[in-house]
C-alpha cells in the first residue's frame, strides 16, 4: 500500500495527501457523526487533470474512490465504509470561479467552491444563485449538484438539477467528459448531465458546472405566521401564489417542538411571537421589481400584510409578524434553519425526508404522527420542512434522556411506520438528502424490481468494476 500513496503523492503533492489518522477523521466521519468509515488516504487534487490521474491510478489498482465535496451529507454518502479498500477524494482545492457572465446569466465554477460564496458572487454582479440551504456556508456545489439539493427556495426555482446548465465530470475510468455546454436547449441524444446529476458521486466525478444565474430579487417580505393545523398552512400557501402575483419563494412548516429545541440550545434565539402555537410557517415573497419607499410606499410586505389579515379573519391565521428588515428577516430564518443542530444537540433521533403531493400533507401528518407513536409511544415528533414542495422532515427524536443504544433498536420500526404510509400516499422516501449508505435497504424495499434493475444496469455499465462511491444507492 505504501507504494499506492506514493504513486498518489506523484499526482497530487504531500499539500493534496492526507494518510494520519488525526487529519482523515473529519473526511471520514458525517456531518451527524451516524457513519465513520476508513480510507487508505485522503486525496484532494487540484484541478481536473489531477482527479483523473487519480481515478485512473485507482482504477488500475482497484481501489475505490469516494468523492467528498462540504461532508455536509445527511445520509453517508460521502463516508467510506469500515472495511473498504477506499480513498475519499475532497474537491475541498477546487474552488475556483473560472467564469461570470451576468449579460448571458450563467456562472462556472469548479465542484468544490462553497455555495454560500457561489451566491455572493452572484449578488455581487446583481444576480441571484437560488439554491438556498442551511448548510449552505460549508457544503460544496458539487455535493449540492450530485445530491440534486433542494432547500428552502424549490418551490419557485427548483432543485439544483435546474439550475445547472453544463457539468464537466471524471468518469470511473479516469476519461475526462467535458459537457461545460451554457446551453438552454441541446436535444442531442442521451442526457448524460442529468444522468450524473442526484448520482450521489456513484457514476462519477463532477469536476466543473456552468450555472444558472437570475435577476437579484429587489423586494422581500419575510413573515412568521402561526397557523392552526398543516390544513391551515396549506390552504395559506394556495391562497397566497395569487395574492403575492406569483412571487412565494419559500414556504416552510414547523411544528413546535422543534422550535422549543431551538430555542432550548441556540443561543441567541428567541420567539418572535408571545403566545404558543402548534404549528407555524415561515412566509417569504420576493419580487425583482424594486419597492417604492416613503409615503406612497408598496410593495410585496403590504401585499403580505393585507393578505395575513384577510387570513386571520378566515382562521387560517392565528398570528404573525412581518419582518421590518433584513436583521428581523435573518433572526426568523435562523429559527428555521437551526432545526437540523438543534436535533444534533438534542440527543439522536431518526430522520425521515419525505415528500407527497402538498395537497395530502394535512392527511399524512395527522396519520403518519399517529403512526409514529404507534411503532414507538415515546418518541418525540419533530416536523419542519419545505411544505411548499410537499417535503417534510417528519422526524423522530429519541425521547428525553435515552441515548443510541438504548433507541436505535427501535428505529426499524419507526421507519417502516412513516415510509408504508409515506408509500401508501405516493410519496417519496427521499426527496432530496438522497439514498447514501443509510437507505440503500429501504430503496431496494421500496422501489420496483424494474427500477432497481435498471439503476444497477446503468451502474454496471458506467463503473464495471464497481470502483465509484460502491455500496451507495443500489448494491451491485
Ligand atoms: P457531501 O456531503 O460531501 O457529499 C454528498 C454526496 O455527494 C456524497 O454521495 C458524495 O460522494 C457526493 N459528492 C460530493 N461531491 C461530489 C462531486 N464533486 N462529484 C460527485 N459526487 C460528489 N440538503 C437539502 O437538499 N436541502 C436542505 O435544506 C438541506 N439542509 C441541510 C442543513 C444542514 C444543517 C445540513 C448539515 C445538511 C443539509 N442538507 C440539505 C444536506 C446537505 O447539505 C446536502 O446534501 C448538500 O448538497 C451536500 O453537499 P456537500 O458538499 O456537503 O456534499
Ligand atoms: C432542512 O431542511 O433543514 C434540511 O434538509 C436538514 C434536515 O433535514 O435536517
Ligand atoms: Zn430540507
Same mark, same amino acid.
Given at each position: ?67 467528498? #465535496?462540504?461532508?455536509? &451529507? ?68 458539487? #455535493? ?77 417580505a419575510?413573515a412568521?405566521v402561526?397557523v ?8 395559506l400557501?394556495?391562497g397566497a401564489?395569487?395574492a ?37 410557517v415561515?412566509f ?9 419607499? &416613503? ?8 401585499k403580505m400584510e393585507a393578505y395575513l389579515g384577510e387570513a386571520m379573519e378566515? #382562521?387560517l391565521v392565528?398570528d404573525a409578524t412581518i ?66 414542495? #410537499? ?86
Amino acid at each position: 500500500m505504501s507504494d499506492f500513496v506514493e504513486k498518489l503523492r506523484a499526482i497530487v503533492g504531500d499539500k493534496g495527501l492526507i494518510t494520519d489518522e488525526q487529519g482523515k477523521h473529519p473526511y471520514v466521519t458525517d456531518w451527524r457523526e451516524s457513519f465513520v468509515g476508513n480510507a487508505l488516504a485522503v486525496v484532494r487534487p487540484a484541478n481536473t487533470r489531477e482527479v483523473a490521474d487519480v481515478v485512473r491510478l485507482c482504477a488500475a489498482e482497484k481501489v475505490s474512490v469516494v468523492p467528498q #465535496g462540504g461532508n455536509t &451529507g445527511l445520509v453517508g454518502g460521502g463516508i467510506p465504509q469500515e472495511k473498504g479498500r477506499e480513498i475519499v477524494l475532497s474537491l475541498n482545492r477546487m474552488t475556483r470561479i473560472t467564469d461570470i457572465d451576468p449579460i448571458g446569466y450563467t456562472m462556472t465554477v469548479e465542484a468544490g467552491v462553497i455555495l454560500k460564496t457561489i451566491q455572493e458572487t452572484a449578488a455581487a454582479h446583481d444576480r441571484l444563485f437560488p439554491l438556498s440551504l442551511a448548510a449552505e456556508g460549508s457544503c460544496s456545489i458539487g #455535493g449540492n449538484l450530485s445530491t440534486n439539493a433542494g432547500g428552502v427556495q424549490v418551490l419557485h426555482y427548483g432543485n439544483a438539477r435546474q439550475l445547472v446548465l453544463g457539468l464537466e465530470v471524471v468518469t470511473p475510468q479516469g476519461e475526462i467528459w467535458n459537457g461545460l455546454r451554457a446551453l438552454k436547449k441541446d436535444n442531442t441524444g442521451y442526457d448524460l448531465r442529468d444522468l450524473y446529476l442526484g448520482a450521489e458521486g456513484t457514476l462519477g466525478i463532477i469536476t466543473r458546472a456552468v450555472l444558472k444565474l437570475w435577476p437579484k430579487p429587489k423586494d422581500v417580505a419575510t413573515a412568521w405566521v402561526a397557523v392552526p393545523s398543516p390544513e391551515a398552512a396549506v390552504a395559506l400557501l394556495s391562497g397566497a401564489h395569487a395574492a403575492s402575483e406569483d412571487n412565494v419563494t419559500s414556504c416552510e412548516l414547523m411544528g413546535r417542538q422543534g422550535i422549543d429545541l431551538v430555542l432550548q440550545h441556540i443561543p441567541g434565539a428567541t420567539d418572535p411571537l408571545s403566545g404558543r402555537h402548534d404549528w407555524y410557517v415561515l412566509f417569504e415573497w420576493s419580487s425583482t421589481r424594486a419597492r417604492r419607499e &416613503g409615503a406612497n410606499a408598496g410593495g410585496l410586505r403590504e401585499k403580505m400584510e393585507a393578505y395575513l389579515g384577510e387570513a386571520m379573519e378566515q #382562521g387560517l391565521v392565528l398570528d404573525a409578524t412581518i419582518a421590518q428588515n433584513e436583521t428581523q428577516a435573518r433572526a426568523l430564518w435562523a429559527l428555521r434553519e437551526n432545526h437540523t443542530e438543534a436535533s444534533k444537540k438534542e440527543g439522536p433521533s431518526v430522520k425521515h425526508d419525505i415528500s407527497v403531493a402538498v395537497s395530502k400533507i394535512p392527511a399524512f401528518v395527522t396519520e403518519g404522527l399517529a403512526a409514529m407513536r404507534k411503532a414507538l409511544p415515546e418518541c418525540r415528533p419533530v416536523t419542519f420542512g419545505h411544505v411548499g414542495d #410537499g417535503n417534510l422532515h417528519f422526524n423522530c427524536q429519541a425521547p428525553a434522556g435515552w441515548d443510541k443504544a438504548r433507541f436505535l433498536p427501535h428505529a426499524h420500526a419507526v421507519n417502516a411506520a412513516v415510509y408504508d404510509l409515506v408509500v401508501s400516499y405516493g410519496g417519496s422516501i427521499s426527496a432530496e438528502h438522497g439514498i447514501g449508505l443509510l437507505k440503500v435497504d429501504e430503496l431496494a424495499h421500496y422501489r420496483s424490481k424494474v427500477e432497481i434493475d435498471t439503476m444497477r444496469t446503468i451502474k454496471r455499465a458506467l463503473d464495471p468494476q464497481n470502483l465509484m462511491n460502491p455500496g451507495k444507492i443500489v448494491r451491485v
